[in-house]
């Protein structure tokens, strides 16, 4: 996990050693619940799809592009969605969110429920959640076996205040000073809204056993990140070399990053403005040069001809100045040879 999740490691030794100890319980009697906060972008849905295929997939070493995670290779999966909603649509929403949960754990006794937004949960479905977590048991239907993961922007701030003290060293920050102060956080939101009293709201707030920092992504990380999904676009476009092999300069990469948007020191949007600026300045060209490679394997005759002219063939991506005056620069392929 993390070689697909970049910056985060603080949260993911913690999630992966917490649910390894639950699922080593012989007879646990609560769910496991993590708690995740961080901006958009950093990683936080990644984190439960991938930890999804590590918990359910039927053959772990297969490519995860092509699992169906969320779906059968993952059934007991689930995300929910919707926590923010009008007035007009509370009592159906409410119903509608009840029933998918209690349904959807009574089928999957061990399941891997994410609750998007929680910190939205307005006072009746916090009631409820807290009645399923706390008593394990509802209407026969048990949660102790799950993991449950309650997913939130929440802390956007504070954890940019983390990094700020440390200058940025993520390794600087104790994993008890980030639970401390997410759960603090969390806390005073809830009091604040006067739901229960102080005493329900504590109870609540320690039901969840991990508050997980998911850090917004400064210049190193964003670097590592646009190398891991160039490897992916190059990956799939060669479908795995079979059409010639692809390289990049590192002028790639930086040129790229350029057009990602920041704020001071961390991309606004997290690792996500990755994907439209590699859709924008690198699909266009790879797709071409692949295109043209498929032509010329298509003229070997026999697999061991086009294994060995995929062999030969190579291409490298760089940057160029595009036609005209404008001095726009734009991502090319040169160099394709038979080596």
């Known amino acids: 996990?993390?070689?697909?999740?970049?910056?985060?490691?603080?949260?993911?030794?913690?999630?992966?050693?917490?649910?390894?100890?639950?699922?080593?319980?012989?007879?646990?009697?609560?769910?496991?619940?993590?708690?995740i906060h961080g901006p958009p972008g950093v990683g936080k849905s990644l984190f439960h799809r991938l930890g999804a295929q590590a918990l359910y997939a039927r053959n772990p070493a297969a490519d995860s592009h092509h699992l169906r995670c969320p779906g059968p290779d993952c059934s007991g999966y689930k995300v929910l969605y919707g926590m923010d909603y009008t007035a007009s649509e509370r009592a159906a929403q409410h119903a509608a969110l009840r029933s998918s949960i209690l349904t959807h754990v009574n089928h999957y006794p061990e399941s891997f429920l994410i609750i998007e937004e929680y910190d939205k949960l307005d006072c009746s479905m916090r009631g409820f959640f807290r009645q399923i977590l706390e008593n394990s048991i509802v209407t026969n239907v048990t949660m102790a076996k799950s993991i449950v993961v309650l997913e939130s922007n929440l802390g956007w701030t504070e954890l940019h205040q983390m990094l700020d003290d440390v200058d940025g060293k993520r390794s600087a920050i104790k994993a008890e000073h980030a639970q401390s102060t997410l759960k603090n956080l969390v806390f005073r939101r809830w009091l604040e809204e006067g739901c229960e009293d102080r005493t329900d709201t504590l109870k609540m707030v320690g039901l969840v056993d991990f508050f997980l920092p998911f850090f917004p992504l400064g210049r190193d990380e964003l670097i590592k990140v646009v190398d891991l999904r160039l490897n992916e676009k190059i990956d799939g476009a060669t479908k795995g070399g079979t059409r010639g092999r692809l390289r990049w300069s590192p002028e790639v990469a930086d040129f790229l990053l350029e057009n990602v948007d920041f704020e001071e020191n961390y991309a606004v949007e997290g690792g996500k403005e990755v994907e439209t600026v590699i859709t924008r300045y690198v699909s266009?060209?790879?797709?071409?040069?692949?295109?043209?490679?498929?032509?010329?394997?298509?003229?070997?005759?026999?697999?061991?001809?086009?294994?060995?002219?995929a062999g030969r063939v190579e291409g490298r991506l760089v940057v160029k100045k595009s036609g005209g005056d404008s001095g726009r620069q734009e991502v090319a392929v040169e160099s394709i040879s038979m080596i």
Request: aromatic share 2%; hydrophobic share 35%; glycine share 2%.
């Open 284 to 309: 266009r060209p790879v797709r071409v040069w692949a295109t043209e490679m498929e032509e010329k394997m298509a003229q070997a005759k026999t697999k061991e001809e086009k294994k060995r002219e």
């Open 1 to 35: 996990m993390t070689s697909h999740l970049v910056g985060q490691d603080l949260a993911l030794h913690q999630a992966s050693d917490a649910i390894c100890d639950h699922l080593n319980k012989p007879n646990p009697t609560k769910p496991l619940l993590l708690s």
